[in-house]
């Protein structure tokens, strides 16, 4: 079964400083269309998750730019470059590149 | 405006079964993938089941074989039939609709809380 490995599963971040997640998968998340089908979710406190980045790189409608998702294969990172105070919560990578979906475990970004 | 709106949660024993319904809206329900994305309480998110445009379904395997996905296109209407409920299956559960030609959950409804105890 494929694993999705989260670090760190917590990130005590600094206002104005980047922040970085990474995404381990044990199975390459390259589809058979030729796309990479890797997500990042952000769960804030209270509220169900909100999509900001999907195939590894797209930025979602309405996602600030500070957010970027990179990587290949099995190797995925996201970056925040200046943190904000509402980037505080639990954030998320996904495959969906298998039929059987999976999350990691989530990393909280705290200030 | 896109709309989701979960119902059907609640209080339940152990073995009984629960039937959960997401109402969609704003826009055309037949074209898009859904899924059913679950929430322990204080875990993380754990993927349940998809159902796909042309009504293929996929689940996790811990609720393989006593969950349900379904959908009623005339209804605009997702549903998971819960079987067999285990303590384990206590979540706030989630309606999600896939971002279109992608596969990646762009909205979701607000969730509605399923116990299963005794």
């Known amino acids: 079964d494929i694993v999705i490995t989260q670090t760190p599963l917590s990130s005590p971040v600094t206002l104005g400083q980047p922040a970085s997640i990474s995404c381990r998968s044990t199975q390459s998340l390259v589809h058979s269309d030729g796309n990479t089908y890797l997500s990042w979710l952000q769960q804030r406190p209270g509220q169900p998750p909100r999509l900001l980045i999907y195939k590894v790189s797209n930025r979602f409608s309405g996602v600030p730019d500070r957010f970027t998702g990179s990587g290949a294969g099995t190797d995925f990172t996201l970056r925040i470059s200046r943190v904000e105070p509402e980037d505080v919560g639990v954030y998320y990578c996904m495959q969906t590149a298998l039929t059987v979906r999976r999350f990691g475990q989530g990393t909280k970004l705290e200030i | 405006e896109v709309q989701l709106l979960e119902s059907g949660g609640g209080l339940v024993q152990p073995g009984e079964s629960l039937r959960l319904s997401c109402a969609a809206s704003g826009f055309t329900f037949s074209n898009y993938v859904m899924n059913w994305v679950r929430q322990a309480p204080g875990k993380g998110l754990e993927w349940v089941s998809t159902?796909?445009?042309?009504?293929?379904?996929y689940y996790a395997d811990s609720v393989k074989g006593r969950f349900t996905i379904s959908r009623d296109i005339s209804k605009n209407t997702l549903y998971l039939q819960m079987n067999s409920l285990r303590a384990e299956d206590t979540a706030v559960y989630y309606c999600?609709?896939?971002?279109?030609?992608?596969?990646?959950?762009?909205?979701w409804g607000q969730g509605t809380l399923v116990t299963v105890s005794s």
């Open positions: 999600a609709k896939d971002l279109a030609g992608v596969l990646a959950p762009d909205f």
């Open positions: 159902i796909g445009r042309s009504g293929s379904t």
